[in-house]
């Protein structure tokens, strides 16, 4: 019978203890695992924002040359 209750609550059992005001259980990496998530998400952001600004400095380049053949 307790294999079948584990089954119809998933992986729910886990978070019972925490609903119902037990603690929390603590990841010792937690902290380094965050730091590192902060760090790509920095990292990507920033790859991001330097291909935005060659795309835009691109289109410039092309804005200017159409400008160029107008005069």
Same mark, same amino acid.
């Given at each position: +019978? =307790?294999?079948? +209750? #584990?089954?119809?609550?998933?992986?729910?059992? #886990?978070? +019972?203890?925490?609903?119902?005001?037990?603690?929390?259980?603590? =990841?010792? =990496?937690?902290?380094? #695992?965050?730091?590192?998530?902060?760090?790509?998400?920095?990292?990507?952001?920033?790859?991001?924002?330097?291909?935005?600004?060659?795309?835009?400095?691109?289109?410039? #380049?092309?804005?200017?040359?159409?400008? =160029?053949?107008?005069?």
């Amino acid at each position: +019978m =307790d294999f079948v +209750m #584990k089954q119809a609550l998933g992986g729910a059992t #886990k978070d +019972m203890g925490k609903m119902l005001g037990g603690e929390e259980e603590k =990841d010792p =990496d937690a902290q380094k #695992k965050e730091e590192e998530r902060q760090e790509a998400l920095r990292q990507q952001e920033e790859e991001r924002k330097a291909k935005h600004a060659r795309m835009e400095a691109e289109r410039e #380049k092309v804005r200017q040359q159409i400008r =160029d053949k107008a005069r």
